[in-house]
T-cell receptor
């Protein structure tokens, strides 16, 4: 049981380039989400999904796209990278129980992104 | 909107010292509350949680009590070890998201324990 996996671990991009951050989980969790972590700001929610084919925006969605074609995978796409997107990105998953947010989220190891 | 405020760090203690990391929150209704820990180079791991007022979460010697009257969820440990050195995040999950979980995090507190 690998849990939540993310690739790559580290990436350097030039301004304007695009890329996809991969996230996969093997726990059959319905709920998946992406956060970014910036110094002194904790983690902020980018996008989330409550199941295959269903996605929604979080707190800081601009410049990012997501899709959810399978239960296991939830890729995050940067359409045109900007220096402001330099950050550490975490993917997370949890059960979706309808109990108002009480489920534990499981986080991946993160992707460190540097945009020059 | 919903928010979490944590004690500013970094915090440096000697081994076997008593630890308190303060956490207060602002939220509508009755959120669930969490402490997550991030060890160097790793992702976040759930340390403990509480889902209703007066609940006490505990794990690995750490404890936190959900105090609705003071909107607080302070993390405590009676005797810290070098291996507790990490960044600790307090977070809440609003109840109105109907099963979807939108974690709102504090800024994190870096803890260093010296032998």
């Amino acid at each position: 049981n690998a849990g939540v996996t993310q690739t790559p671990k580290f990436q350097v991009l030039k301004t304007g380039q695009s890329m996809t951050l991969q996230c996969a989980q093997d726990m059959n969790h319905e709920y998946m989400s992406w956060y970014r972590q910036d110094p002194g700001m904790g983690l902020r929610l980018i996008h989330y999904s409550v199941g295959a084919g269903i996605t929604d925006q979080g707190e800081v969605p601009n410049g990012y796209n997501v899709s959810r074609s399978t239960t296991e995978d939830f890729p995050l796409r940067l359409l045109s990278a900007a220096p402001s997107q330099t950050s550490v990105y975490f993917c997370a998953s949890s059960r979706y129980s309808g109990t108002g947010g009480r489920e534990t989220q499981y986080f991946g190891p993160g992707t460190r992104l540097l945009v020059l | 909107g919903d928010s979490v405020t944590q004690m500013e760090g970094p915090v440096t203690l000697s081994e076997e010292a008593f630890l308190t990391i303060n956490c207060t929150y602002t939220a509508t209704g009755y959120p669930s509350l969490f402490w997550y820990v991030q060890y160097p180079g790793e992702g976040l791991q759930l340390l403990l949680k509480a889902t209703k007022a007066d609940d006490k979460g505990s794990n690995k010697g750490f404890e936190a009590t959900y105090r609705k009257e003071t909107t607080s969820f302070h993390l405590e440990k009676g005797s810290v070890q070098v291996s507790d050195s990490a960044v600790y995040f307090c977070a809440l999950s609003p109840p109105y998201f109907q099963g979807a979980q939108k974690l709102v995090f504090g800024q994190g507190t870096r803890l260093t324990i010296n032998p």
